[in-house]
């Protein structure tokens, strides 16, 4: 059992690590990204989109270890929204959505995000080592 627990984590980033290929070959060779205004903004937001992705899969366990099951399907729903507001505004309007206005729009987004991320796994984390002491 212990060493499926270890292989889980390979898994999850192999995976992770799979779809970014696929995003980055998607952007740079289908939609040539980095030939059209802006599409060196969305090369950047969509990698920090998939650091993001690629770290929770393969830290989920220890994350999963310090917090609580809830604050973790929370942490991977916000992290799925985040997923499709970024890429839906990768896709969408691709001549018309660039320049500041993108990169705005990207940072609000992603402020939105760590809004709802940090403090959840910060409450989650205290509230977790507080039951361990007792």
Known sequence: MNNQRERF??????????FT????????????????PGGKERI??????CLMLIGLASLG???????????????????VLY?????????????NFHGKL?????????FLYLCVALPALSI????NNNQKEN
């Open 9 to 18: 984590p390979i898994i999850a980033c192999f995976l992770a690590l799979c």
């Open 21 to 36: 290929a696929g995003v980055l070959y998607v952007l740079f060779e289908v939609l040539s990204l980095s030939e059209i």
């Open 44 to 49: 950047v937001f969509s990698a920090i989109n």
């Open 61 to 79: 366990g220890t994350v999963r270890r310090l917090t609580t099951v809830a604050t973790f399907i929370q942490l991977w729903c916000i992290t």
């Open 83 to 95: 997923t499709v507001f970024q890429f839906g505004a990768v896709f969408i309007k691709i001549d």
């Open 102 to 110: 993108y990169v705005l729009y990207q940072m609000i987004v992603l």
């Open 124 to 127: 989650s984390h205290g509230k």
